[in-house]
């Protein structure tokens, strides 16, 4: 099984810009379709965005335009670029790896905590 440390998050102004990554350990990305939601402790996971083995990408509506996943499988690494953050972004980010297309999460690390200040 992969596991998987996410960093990357903070505090950022409304409209400001973050990236984050997410490193993978003990299997290589290369073999998984993966993915980033959001959900914070006590709260409902919202699917953010995935990207499949060969690259192909799907994204929720409300990060759609603002939000570029990627993938580095040389690096074992999984990338989130978000930028025109808003206030409703302010969440725990989480990667995982996909069992099934495209929200069906298998597994994921801790997370990273984003917030949007207006």
């Known amino acids: 099984q992969v596991q998987l440390v996410e960093s990357g998050g903070g505090l950022v102004q409304a409209g400001g810009s973050l990236r984050l990554s997410c490193a993978a350990s003990g299997r290589v990305i290369r073999d998984y379709d993966m993915g980033w939601f959001r959900q914070a402790p006590g709260k409902g996971r919202e699917f953010v965005a995935a990207i499949t083995r060969f690259g192909r990408i799907v994204y929720a509506p409300p990060v759609e335009g603002r939000f570029t996943i990627s993938r580095d499988n040389a690096k074992n690494t999984v990338l989130l670029q978000m930028t025109s953050l808003k206030p409703e972004d302010t969440d725990l980010y989480h990667c995982?790896?996909?069992?099934?297309?495209?929200?069906?999460?298998?597994?994921w690390g801790q997370g990273t905590q984003v917030t949007v200040s207006s």
């Open positions: 995982g790896s996909l069992v099934n297309w495209p929200d069906d999460f298998g597994s």
